[in-house]
């Protein structure tokens, strides 16, 4: 099993920056990869950034060259680095992470970000 602690959220002005930590623990076998998802208020949950086993980094159109995932193994920590931040990008991120031993996948609780204009 594999806990996600989300943390790192709060209020921002527009074109002010983020960092997001992610603590992970429980097992690391068999990593697929881990993501960060965010969701708007009576919006839809979307991908914005993922990492996978071997580091290899995918972004949203929306977010990229202003995001950035991004891993320290060492404190078993995914981050989500955010820069030149957008009212668009308010919402609750969540951290997200898949094993291919497991037929479920793990979510942390959120942390909620707030960009004003």
């Known amino acids: 099993q594999v806990q996600l602690v989300e943390s790192g959220g709060g209020l921002v002005q527009a074109g002010g920056s983020l960092r997001l930590p992610c603590a992970a623990s429980?097992?690391?076998?068999?990593?697929?990869?881990m993501s960060w998802y965010r969701q708007a208020r009576g919006k839809r949950r979307e991908l914005v950034a993922n990492?996978?086993?071997?580091?290899?980094?995918n972004y949203a159109d929306s977010v990229k060259g202003r995001l950035t995932i991004s891993r320290d193994t060492a404190k078993n920590t995914l981050y989500l680095q955010m820069n030149s931040l957008k009212p668009e990008d308010t919402g609750a991120y969540y951290c997200?992470?898949?094993?291919?031993?497991?037929?479920?996948?793990?979510w942390g609780q959120g942390t909620h970000v707030t960009v004003s204009a």
């Open positions: 990492i996978t086993s071997g580091g290899t980094t």
């Open positions: 429980g097992s690391r076998s068999s990593i697929v990869g």
């Open positions: 997200h992470l898949r094993r291919s031993i497991d037929p479920y996948e793990y």
